[in-house]
Nanobody, 120 residues
Framework: QVQLVESGGGLVQPGGSLRLSCAAS????????MGWYRQAPGKQRELVAT???????NYADSVKGRFSISRDNAKNTVFLQMNSPKPEDTAVYYC??????????????WGQGTQVTVSS
């Protein structure tokens, strides 16, 4: 069984910084792309950023230049550094990873979500 566990969410002031972490654990054979998505109240879940196993990154236009995604392949962990957050970044942030579990094919896995609130 594979699990994604997020941490680091909370309340942050506009212009501050916050770092989210997500660790994959369980019967993992290999981890491919990892990423972060978010869902604000009344809105659909949207992509924030992704990073390939080779560390190629992709960002939503709304976070480019402010957020940075990175990963530690040895620890099957992905990070999201949020700099200069804005109130409109308030949402539940979900970790996503494409993982092939031992004895199984490649599949998408999701974390439980962590609340990020940007407010003064």
């Amino acid at each position: 069984q594979v699990q994604l566990v997020e941490s680091g969410g909370g309340l942050v002031q506009p212009g501050g910084s916050l770092r989210l972490s997500c660790a994959a654990s369980g019967s993992i054979f290999s981890v491919y792309a990892m990423g972060w998505y978010r869902q604000a109240p009344g809105k659909q879940r949207e992509l924030v950023a992704t990073v390939s196993r080779g560390r190629r990154t992709n960002y939503a236009d709304s976070v480019k230049g402010r957020f940075s995604i990175s990963r530690d392949n040895a620890k099957n962990t992905v990070f999201l550094q949020m700099n200069s957050p804005k109130p409109e970044d308030t949402a539940v942030y979900y970790c996503n990873a494409e993982i092939s579990a031992t004895g199984r094919g490649k599949a998408d896995y999701w974390g439980q979500g962590t609340q990020v609130t940007v407010s003064s």
